[in-house]
């Protein structure tokens, strides 16, 4: 009963292998686990060095996801559908009216990282 507690308010561990490798200023989309069942479309982004996993869908709308590749001036993910721009690190729209975009804890652990969604 306690470990699905805190499961609940940590969200479910994630691995995601390889992802050390991914160059400052660059996004890569992926899906955790099973989207249909406690897994998620996400975003992971490096800004400075620092590894941020966000919710691939635009908060605005359904009909949104965020792009990969290149960051926008190198710190922000970026919706093509809404040309929004949100902060990896807070989730924070970036010069637009828009909720914020999830977050999600992310760890480090050797080349890999848990996501807990």
């Not at 292998?17 to 989309?29: K, N, Q, T, V, W």
């Not at 924070?92 to 996501?115: F, H, M, N, Q, S």
């Amino acid at each position: 009963m306690f470990k699905r507690l805190v499961q609940l308010f940590r969200g479910r561990p994630h691995r995601v292998e390889g992802i050390a490798s991914l160059p400052d200023g660059e996004a890569r989309a992926m899906i955790v686990g099973d989207p249909f069942n406690e897994g998620a479309q996400i975003v992971i982004a490096r800004v400075e060095g620092q590894l941020y996993a966000l919710d691939a869908l635009c908060p605005h709308a359904t009909d949104g996801h965020f792009n990969e590749g290149k960051l926008i001036e190198g710190r922000y993910v970026w919706c093509p559908a809404h040309n929004y721009r949100f902060d990896p690190a807070t989730g924070k729209p970036i010069g637009a009216v828009c909720k914020k975009a999830t977050c999600y804890r992310l760890e480090v652990d050797g080349d890999d990282c848990v996501v807990y969604v």
